[in-house]
């Protein structure tokens, strides 16, 4: 039971940094004048940190992956065609009846920044920011819970409310809640019937990878 507090507690302050670690470690890094240089190196050092928090998780499946490639990529893909599934078709639903047209003010973001900078979205969104978040949502939220169908779900909201609050939102926004949760679901999913935090990492960077190459080759 101390044990189960004892992960909820870090769990909970796991999430909670995703706030303001990047800011405070970003403060210490002022001598670095590029603003997209000293992100990244942030976000690195906080990566680098959370790898240190669950170097047991992270250790055990860089040992299993050698083995158990070919399963982790059938496994991966069969759920993340699921989520996309479901994401492609909620986000219709909401462009169309809801929002008119527009997307998620996440989605904005990205695609300025992709626009705007390509190599540092690049680095940001295929690279770093799956290891990241397949840290925080489902590395430390799998301490947690046992059941696996639970995990996904708890799983899921909570990405796709990170996901759907992030910018200037408004309370229509957290619609986008299904269409993250979705992906974020079947991330859970994979990771818990693999045990593998790389079958997650992997899948979701290549999510990223096609999601920044239609964005270049389409708004670039």
């Known amino acids: 039971m101390k044990e189960k507090i004892k992960n909820i507690i870090i769990c909970l302050l796991i999430i909670l940094s995703m706030f303001v670690a990047t800011y405070y470690i970003s403060m210490f890094l002022g001598f670095i004048s590029n603003d997209e240089i000293q992100n990244l190196i942030a976000n690195l050092i906080y990566l680098i940190i959370l790898i240190y928090i669950f170097r047991k998780e992270i250790f055990f499946s860089f040992k299993n992956i050698k083995g158990n490639f070919k399963k982790i990529l059938n496994i991966g893909f069969k759920y993340w065609s699921l989520g996309i599934f479901i994401m492609i078709v909620s986000n219709l639903v909401i462009n169309l009846f809801i929002f008119k047209g527009s997307i998620a003010e996440n989605e904005e973001m990205a695609r300025s920044i992709i626009i705007a900078s390509p190599i540092y979205g690049f680095i940001s969104s295929v690279i770093i920011a799956p290891f990241l978040e397949e840290i925080i949502f489902r590395v430390s939220l799998k301490r947690v819970f046992n ?74």
């Open 147 to 220: 059941n696996k169908y639970i995990y996904a779900v708890f799983s899921g909201i909570i990405f796709g409310l990170m996901h759907a609050i992030s910018g200037s939102p408004t309370w229509l926004d957290l619609v986008y809640i299904i269409p993250y949760g979705a992906l974020g679901f079947a991330f859970g999913l994979m990771y818990a019937e693999t045990d593998n935090v790389f079958t997650s990492v992997i899948m979701h960077a290549l999510h990223n990878l096609m999601s920044f190459s239609l964005v270049f080759i389409l708004l670039g």
